[in-house]
């Protein structure tokens, strides 16, 4: 992984950190970052590091949600043995999460190809972003936020799980943002659609950090900078996470409708003159 310096890693962890869960495309952020500082966006190792620093940011989530996530995880193991447990909405909750994770777990292996390939491109990423914005807003209007978390099914978990394959297919349409719009059409209230999106996220982007750790690593001089910039995405995400929770609370999405459009736009004119390369 030499194509990324450490002072790049820190920038790019800062980068993962604040972005990997608000509704902004981290990917996207991460890719016109890599651009601006010369970094090839389609090098295998980048790549790599791009999946494995957000577990940094994954690992955050773990640690902001220690109790929810255990109460969860308790229950789905007491439910292997006690039929009368498996009724308890926490321990379908966990199924659902496993069972809404394979849509994109089996679009991930079968267009890898096309992921880091065409679909790549910082012109995607633009057009994505300008995309999604548009799905958010409606979305926001749309939905009556009037379901609570404890009203979610398994209907529910699926078309969410489901529309990450949107932000997989499409980097720049924001997995979170694909979620948390999907959630608010399914008439979820903004901190349920936000928790679900950090819920149903952690088995996909996990399992794709451990896929692509051999790529990120590639040299044993890319062992350091992957290990500065995923704890720098760990620190900063924490931080996001508490912000984020408390923001959707008392907001709508129209910031970040508002400022993905924006990005959107400048990013072509970047594209459009020459100044980063796609």
Not at 5 to 22: K, M, N, P
Not at 42 to 69: E, H, M, N, P, R
Request: aromatic share 10%; with cysteine; net charge neutral.
């Amino acid at each position: 992984m030499s194509a990324i310096s450490v002072g790049q890693a820190v920038v790019l962890g800062i980068v993962e950190g604040v972005t990997e869960f608000l509704p902004v495309s981290s990917t996207g952020h991460l890719k016109i970052t890599q651009g601006l500082m010369g970094i090839p966006v389609d090098d295998t190792s980048v790549v790599g590091f791009t999946a494995v620093v957000q577990v940094g940011a994954i690992a955050a989530v773990l640690v902001y949600f220690f109790k929810d996530i255990v109460r969860i995880a308790s229950a789905w193991f007491r439910g292997l043995a006690d039929k009368e447990e498996r009724c308890h909405h926490d321990c379908r909750f966990a199924w659902w999460i496993i069972c809404a994770t394979l849509p994109i777990v089996a679009v991930g292996l079968l267009a890898k190809p096309l992921i880091e390939g065409p679909l790549a491109s910082l012109w995607v990423v633009a057009g994505s972003l300008i995309a999604g914005s548009g799905v958010m807003w409606y979305a926001d209007r749309r939905g009556r936020h009037k379901r609570g978390e404890d009203d979610t099914g398994f209907k529910d978990a699926m078309l969410v799980g489901s529309s990450q394959i949107l932000a997989l297919l499409f980097p720049g349409f924001s997995r979170s943002g694909a979620t948390m719009s999907t959630a608010l059409l399914l008439d979820l209230d903004r901190v349920a659609a936000t928790r679900l999106s950090f819920f149903l996220g952690l088995p996909a982007l996990t399992g794709a950090g451990l896929y692509e750790l051999k790529d990120a690593l590639g040299t044993a001089e890319g062992a350091l900078p992957l290990a500065v910039g995923t704890l720098v995405s760990f620190v900063v995400a924490y931080a996001s996470i508490a912000w984020l929770l408390k923001f959707v609370a008392r907001h709508s999405f129209n910031a970040f409708v508002l400022y993905r459009v924006v990005i959107g736009v400048l990013l072509f004119g970047l594209l459009g003159t020459g100044v980063i390369e796609a």
